[in-house]
Nanobody
Framework: QVQLVESGGGLVQPGGSLRLSCAAS????????MGWYRQYPGKKREMVAI???????HYADSVKGRFTISRDSAKNSVYLQMYSLKPEDTALYYC?????????WGQGTQITVSS
């Protein structure tokens, strides 16, 4: 099993910045993708950013140019640096680790962008 622990959520004003962190522990696969997803109330979880084994990244169009995903493989961690936050970024953010069809999720961290 893999455990994911997220940190860094909270309340921020529009235009502000936040950094999310996620640390993986347990039986971590040798090859995996890590990423961030978010979920609005009553909606399906959606991809925000992922980083594939190595350094290939993918972003949702809505966050391109504002969010940056990075990982520290030595620490089995992934980060999401968010700039120019907008009210529509308000959601529950989840860390994900995926490997050969298996998905693991963190408990979620709330981000609220409001003045």
């Amino acid at each position: 099993q893999v455990q994911l622990v997220e940190s860094g959520g909270g309340l921020v004003q529009p235009g502000g910045s936040l950094r999310l962190s996620c640390a993986a522990s347990g039986s971590i696969p040798l090859i995996y993708t890590m990423g961030w997803y978010r979920q609005y109330p009553g909606k399906k979880r959606e991809m925000v950013a992922i980083i594939i084994h190595g350094s290939t990244t993918h972003y949702a169009d809505s966050v391109k140019g504002r969010f940056t995903i990075s990982r520290d493989s030595a620490k089995n961690s992934v980060y999401l640096q968010m700039y120019s936050l907008k009210p529509e970024d308000t959601a529950l953010y989840y860390c994900n680790l995926a490997s050969f069809g298996k998905n693991y999720w963190g408990q979620g961290t709330q981000i609220t962008v409001s003045s």
